[in-house]
């Protein structure tokens, strides 16, 4: 073959670009929209900014005022600036603080107490006089940086005493003044020029107060340095008959006296400008006399108040000068007092004692340790314990119970250790109020569980239903008998009926089911029921029902009579862990007609019976069907969780605290804890049962 006969291999041109048509790009068009948007965009930018630069500014003003609310009348920086020795010693146009660690101030004090008792009117009778009960020093050399301090001295009340405070219009006071200790006074130094803004009717002039005694075992000067000194005191109020919560008057029952006084140190000690310092005590001192009367009422304005008082209460000069020659002084200067307050001295229901009985033997020799704490808190801090201390200004009402006045103390405590006071070191109150918290968050979960999971069934396949409709139609009556015949309130009504709405709801679920009724919902979110029909028992359900009634009625009645008698009587049983002693001073009743206090322990023993044979049948149910139901699995781990830290506190004592109500750990929640643990170990192990039915042959 040759060249020529050859065949022709077709052309192919693997990279040749072909010839295209070039179009012009589209101009871009600004979308009016687009164009809105961004503008839109830019303008939230800015005006969030605009709203965090406002927060800022917010925050910092409130800081200041919280944390220094004078800091207007605070001295120039500059006119510090030279010799610190020389400033401290000739200082004739600042004011210090008489307690300070500043060098020339005195550092360490001791801390004077005293109770007196009245008994008279204080607005009809205000000149009646005081009487004291006790008198002494409980604190000596205390440093001004110390952290908490605690006392705890012996009071003893004579009966004579105890039968005044039985009567009317009777009120138990007690002062607090802190003292400079002895070794840290100079006798070269001559204290004078008084001047104060408390109207010097803070101690012993007006009698609605009680007098602040400032003596030569205390300090020895005399004159307006004593004044100076009993001017700072503070007050508190720890016993009042007319103002009693159960209104009890020529009666003991129900008034208690407070065992423990919080005394706080506003930890600030400026330095302020001598002409702003007397103009704003001047003023203060004029709106006092003007507006208020017997030494702090009137209007809110005339409560002695760290922002609006602060350290313009009172104020000294001093100097060692020879015969009342300025010009021989080597040192010189003005000192204010510190302001120290009871405040936010909440105490707890187990903060107090309740006075004995006449005529019991108790009032031979009536005495109680008082607790007085003293600790510096800083403005800020105090301030903030203002708005947080709201809650606690309301003790429990009298018809509270245990667990309620426990929680009561428990916030308590927790409130003076964040603010720095001395609490019950045997307490931990911070463990148990937080075990508390997780606690009510777990018993909220179940609530909601429990009812999506009752408004969710459409079948009670593997449900034992009879005995737990019996036991919530038993809990709703006997909430409702306790409201109406048995004469029990709660201080959070709503709360107690809000509960019994939901158990109520919950009883309504599991009587349709039991019944087999069928609603049709209509009318907005479906929530108007407009016709109810009821359906057939169908196979499963005809099944699970005889597994359930192997676990025969007669049974069930037996095993509830023996658990109720059991209950009821239990408390006089032995105690798998004792309580610990409660306070007489908690134990309260109410009033209650007969027959409802001889049938209450029963109908609370019955339910938690009824409660628990249901669980038994449940778990008996589980067992025969190899299924689990009645609740959802979670919600059974959950459960045996909350059982679980409710006891925790009680068996667990040394490793939460002591606790002074601790309730005991009886057979009851041994058995509740028990039957929770096995529904839980079933849920685990069984899997759950379907909602829906299998076609019948």
């Known amino acids: ?28 068009r600004s979308s009016p929209l687009r164009l809105c948007v961004a503008l839109c965009a830019l303008g939230g930018l800015a005006l969030f900014a605009f709203v965090g630069y406002l927060t800022v500014q917010v925050v910092r003003t409130v800081h200041q005022q919280l944390a220094h609310p004078h800091k207007a009348h605070h001295v120039d920086p500059a006119v510090l600036v030279g010799d610190s020795a020389q400033l401290h010693a000739l200082e004739p146009d600042v004011v210090r603080s008489f307690y300070s660690r500043d060098l020339g101030s005195v ?26 009960v006790y008198e002494a020093v409980i604190l000596r050399d205390i440093k001004i940086g110390s952290r908490a301090v605690h006392a705890v001295p012996r009071v003893r009340i004579t009966r004579e005493h105890l039968d005044r405070l039985r009567t009317p219009h009777t009120r138990l006071q007690s002062t607090y003044v802190m003292l400079p200790s002895t070794s840290r006074l100079d006798d070269s130094i001559d204290y004078h020029t008084f001047r104060t803004s408390r109207n010097t009717s803070m101690h012993s002039i007006d009698g609605v107060l009680p007098p602040v005694n400032v003596d030569d075992t205390d300090v020895p000067q005399k004159g307006v340095f004593r004044d100076f000194l009993a001017n700072s005191a503070c007050f508190s109020q720890l016993y009042d008959s007319g103002s009693s919560p159960d209104g009890a008057e020529g009666n003991s029952t129900g008034l208690s006296i ?10 600030d000690f400026p330095v302020y400008n001598l002409s702003s310092y007397r103009q704003k005590l001047q ?20 409560a002695r108040l760290f922002d609006q008082d602060g350290h313009f209460e009172t104020m000294i000069e001093f100097d060692d000068a020879r015969d009342g020659d300025k010009a021989t002084a080597t040192r ?7 302001f120290i307050t009871t405040r936010f001295g909440y105490v707890g229901p187990l903060d107090r004692v309740e006075l004995p009985q006449k005529g019991s033997a108790g009032e031979e020799d009536f005495s109680f340790d008082w607790h007085i704490s003293w600790a510096p808190v800083s403005p800020l801090k105090f301030n903030l314990a203002g708005v947080v201390g709201l809650g606690l200004s309301t003790a429990p009402g009298s018809n509270a119970s245990a667990w309620e006045r426990a929680q009561a103390q428990d916030f308590a405590d927790i409130f003076h250790s964040s603010v720095g006071h001395t609490a019950r070191g045997d307490a931990r109150p911070g463990l148990r ?37 019996l036991h919530d139609s038993w809990s709703v009556f006997a ?22 709405a939901g158990e109520a709801l919950d009883l309504v679920f599991k009587s349709a089911l039991l019944l087999r009724l069928e609603f049709t919902w209509t009318g907005p979110f479906s929530l108007v029921p407009t016709s109810m029909t009821r359906r057939r028992q169908s196979h499963s359900e005809r099944a699970s029902s005889r597994e359930d009634l192997r676990f025969g009625w007669t049974a069930r009645i037996l095993v509830v009579a023996t658990i109720a008698t059991i209950y009821r009587f239990g408390p006089s049983l032995p105690h798998l862990i004792t309580a610990s002693p409660v306070s007489p001073a908690i134990v309260k009743t109410y009033e209650a007609p007969r027959l409802w206090r001889a049938l209450h322990p029963w109908i609370v023993s019955v339910a938690s019976a009824l409660s628990l044979v249901a669980d038994i049948g449940q778990i008996h149910l589980n067992y025969r069907r190899a299924t689990f139901a009645g609740l959802y699995r979670m919600a059974a781990v959950l459960r045996l969780a909350f059982e679980v830290l409710e006891a925790l506190p009680t068996v667990l004592y040394r490793i939460f605290g002591d606790w002074h109500m601790r309730p005991p750990f009886r057979f009851e929640e041994l058995s509740e804890i028990g039957v929770s643990a096995v529904l839980a170990w079933q849920a685990v192990r069984f899997p759950a049962v379907a909602q829906t039915e299998e076609d019948e042959e």
């Open 1 to 28: 073959m040759t060249a020529d006969d050859r065949p022709l291999a077709p052309f192919e041109e693997e990279h040749a670009s072909l010839a295209r048509r070039r179009r012009a790009a589209p101009a871009r």
């Open 107 to 132: 550092d360490s004090f001791n801390l004077k107490a005293a109770i007196w008792l009245r008994t008279s009117d204080k607005l009809k009778d205000p000149d009646a006089l005081w009487e004291k």
């Open 258 to 267: 407070a065992t423990k006084t919080f005394v706080s140190l506003i930890d």
């Open 283 to 302: 003023e203060r001192s004029a709106f006092r006399q003007a507006n208020c009367y017997y030494g702090g009422l009137g209007s809110p304005q005339c």
């Open 332 to 338: 010189m200067g003005w000192r204010y007092s510190p």
């Open 433 to 469: 109020a937080f075990l508390r918290l997780v606690q009510a968050l777990v018993a909220f979960t179940l609530v909601l569980l429990h009812l999506s999971y009752w408004s969710s069934r459409t079948l009670a396949t593997g449900i034992s239903l009879p005995l737990t409709v």
């Open 479 to 500: 909430g409702l008998a306790a409201h109406f015949f048995g004469n029990v309130t709660h201080d959070g009504l709503w709360v107690a009926w809000l509960g019994s």
